[in-house]
């Protein structure tokens, strides 16, 4: 089988290790790491709703990604000292918040917000798929906390699946899990997939970067990223203190 | 077989014209009109590329969306005067810019820029699939027009396939083919494909919109899009005064 | 008589036409002409009014212009990509407001705000007064829609005269109708005029571009400019379906 | 004859003060006040222009208007805090630089910029064209301080004439020279006029503001408007030191 | 002793002038001057409180410092044409507005704002040190305005003490009071020091610019603007026809 | 003596750990922690420094500090989100910069640049402080990384003394040491004092928050600010693996 420069099969993830509740500050949070990169993701509970959804019983939750200016080799300028949010950033975000609204049940959440930020501290592949894992595990920490409080009702399922996402692309013809940089920046295909507990699709985001690819090569990607998923899962399950 | 508000099968594109050569000004150009929906594509040819790829003799291809604020049912604010471009702009611009270079030979090309304005005047869903195939048949006339002016060489072949897109989603529990924004907006699955003209991958983004989705679903949506885009580029061909 | 490049005599307007209702989405339309420039006009109609406006039992209409990046010979860039408004955009949307607002008797429309948006596809010089002459059509169909719907009085006089406007000029000592672009820029001295159906002056806007004038080739332009404008209104009558 | 609130004819000017020479920092400068209308002008002198004019041994001018927040009766947001200039600002700014360009031979002053700028310290009225008469004596001076270090030729004749500038309106019926707030708020026709010493126009710019008007009402603001400024060029060559 | 390049002793202040009154539009003004430095500090009182502190029965107090593009000896772009504020220009507004508010009884002020702007006309060091000794004459004014009006109790003492402020700094091992711009950039150490009437500090900032200080440098400093800021109280007093 | 809610005594720093080499991008990194408060800062090293300096044989150090949007208790908008800096942000960045930059040798850093991020993690008052104390860790190894690729010379003393920072301030008519938030929002005067290794004043900034405070108060802060800056100088050295 290939070996990757990391040492791994190419069906295997990096090492992944989230550190639950690393903020005192936070009502959920994670410290993701897929590898060297590192994602903080903090859960803000506040009781009510944006205007636009008042008194529809429903909750709502969204996302906002970012990334320090030196998570990465070269250092990027801050997007608040240009003044504007970039196009990357804004998609990143957007797609964050439908993967983890995908598992909500907001009726169940009642009038009540939860906006998840994911602060890539260390960026080296993967960093918006590390983000919507550890959100998850964030999430449900602040669920948790609004039902301690009573803001969310005790016997209410709010989550209705758990959710992960993982990086599969085609490198030199072969397809691989989970790409550091090294090797997203070679990749000539490059999919993101975000799949629930379940082992349901949530999105799937494939891009030809290089060359279009044919329905074959998409089938070997979707089933390496939904094994990947299934792996996130258990690493998800077990911060929490949950049984697989 | 199912049928559709607007009569349609679940499998039959809407009316379809492409008026090329809709602009006296720009070096290629394109009226196109899935339906209600009608987006004008304008190329614009420069010598030279942006400062990051001088010096490479490679050329740049890039794409611009956005929408009149009454192209919509309700008038959104126009985003000059929110002073910023909004997420789902970026977004579509940047997909619409991966789209074409799929099947551009940069090399070929030589160190010029082309910019691919797609301005929404009418929308009634599948907007950026409507933007990415009226877009190439605007690319193709401006790369003839700087072949003509002997900007581009003679014998390259700087177009290495056709490419379009067209919208799948599920709606009710069946598939169908290019979305008019009613169900669009009822879809429980949503997702965007772009094909080339010889049947390839450039793109797949699928949403699970009210429900997560698996495999076999995810089959059927991508074979509604592959057909669709092949009628598509039958459009185009005939728009382009090409042969099929 | 001086025959101008494009075969007009001095007096003459270039061809004009109006495609009224080109949008299916608006209250009101008109994708008007002036030769080479086409405006697509907008009218939204909706209740209530500004919050300064509250209360006075008034209504209240507005403009905004704006050019798609490729309109011109040269593409610009996209306003909202600057993320600023220019100067001659906010200058150019202002003068349309108060041109549709100095036939319009805010008292019959009741508070209803209406905002047109005139959005130039193609420049040729003359984009703001097509701007405006398209416009007072759009709006004359978004009054009637309101009327309809009830929301405006069955017997208000809500427009009070109609309104148009032409560019004037002088062009090597010669004053000239409806300036294209060629010979915009070549021009001594500009003028816009602003007219109503009676014939009475909304706004008059003269500057000296390459040389100062004096009362009589003054008097020469406003002369032009009334005769040209009183062509203007019976094309938007016809287009109106309303008898001169 | 009408007498006025503030007891002057129709025809007769608020008291005029220019203090030329105001800034010990500026290259010219000048505090006008139009009665209680106060503006500063200082006139920087820079070597060089910008890009778009390099190499063609031409000189530029250019002007920015800005109103200090509390220069009126009630408090106004900075446009600085805003993050964003108005269309107002935008308008006068630009029409502060075209009367002054209107009067310069940009070939005199060789590669050079000159840039005024014009903050209102107090408002009541007329602001706009007390800047373009203050800004004028800020010019004469700033190219004469030019002059004097040889970066301008020392017998070309930069300035070809003078220019200044005077508001004109209907009120009741009655047409009246240089109005203040209260007139001007009031008023069913406004115009400013800038005209030339030698008494040319270089910028005619007349609203409806409640009433469209006729031409034998044009005529007489026009007539105001000479006069006026035939005045206001006698103050502006007093304080220069020049003969009349 | 030492001697200046201006002739004044190091201990001395520049020649201090307050122009009291000097807007017809404010509620309270002073034009102040140190030496070349000329501040224009306006008083603009409103009935109300921002959101923030609505019901609290308590007033507010705040500052807004800006410059004119040609205050200083080169020009600079106007922050509203960058479109955003400069860190310096905030952290002086900040600066002003709780030197004012250290003095301020807000529970006596009531449920009314008093916003102050310190415009800078001309600069020659030592700005943020006149705006703050001139904005306090402008708020005396407007406060008294209050009171006039009912709109403050008429025993209530909204001003607890004066404010002043003055700049001091070490220049070739001399420490010096009321540095002027040619100083102020030659200065090893640079200290503002905002001292009440009664001779109390409000703040004191004070930087190494070129070599650290100090506890014994630091005490002369503060010695010399405890001085200075007493000297300038009655000058505050003077123009307020106030007994020492 | 006194008991502080932490059980600290008043002149008693908070648990103070400093993890060097945090990040393996950056070229210097610490993730320093006063008690909750955690800020990661990361050195940048690029060879040439801004374009105003270019060409003096001088190097630049600057600072950008930023807080993660749920590093507080309760969330704040992000700046990117805004679009653009507070006040506060852009002063604390300014004094982080200058506090280095009183430490270094720019003549024999050479023409290189560091750029010094700050994020504060967890916010729990003297967010500023840490910031200080941990840049300087990332930038002496960030130095040292130059100076093994040659960039800056072998032998060069680019750090001329160490920098830290704390604050004082007078709780209760207590002076103490190192103010957490709880301690902080209370305070009557609140110092940032900001010393070298060998003791002396970079920068004094004290505030009367709630009163006005005289010589003898200020003196006790600063003895306090002294003190606790030396413990933190011991705390780097030891984290550089130096002796004190």
Known sequence: MTQRADGRTPDQ??????ERGWSSQAEGSALISFGGTKVLCTASFTNGVPRWLTGQGKGWVTAEYAMLPRATNDRSQRESVKGKIGGRTHEISRLIGRALRA????????ENTIV?????????GGTRTA?????????????????????????????????????????????????????????????????????????????????????SELDALLELGVNGCAELRDHQLAALGQEA
């Open 13 to 18: 993830l990096r090492p992944i290790t989230i």
């Open 131 to 215: 983000a919507i894992t550890g959100a998850y595990v964030a999430l449900a920490d602040a669920i948790e906390w609004g039902r301690q409080r009573k803001f969310v009702g005790q016997k209410s399922r709010v989550l209705i699946d758990s959710v992960a996402a993982v990086s599969v692309g085609i490198i030199d013809g072969v397809p691989m899990l989970d790409l550091p940089y090294v090797e997203d920046s070679r990749a000539e295909t490059d999919m993101n997939v975000v799949v629930t507990g379940r082992g349901l699709f949530v999105e799937v985001q494939g891009t030809a970067e290089r060359a279009p690819f044919d329905k």
């Open 103 to 110: 598992v909500v049940d907001t009726k169940a959440l009642g």
């Open 116 to 124: 998840i930020d994911c602060d890539v501290l260390q960026a080296d």
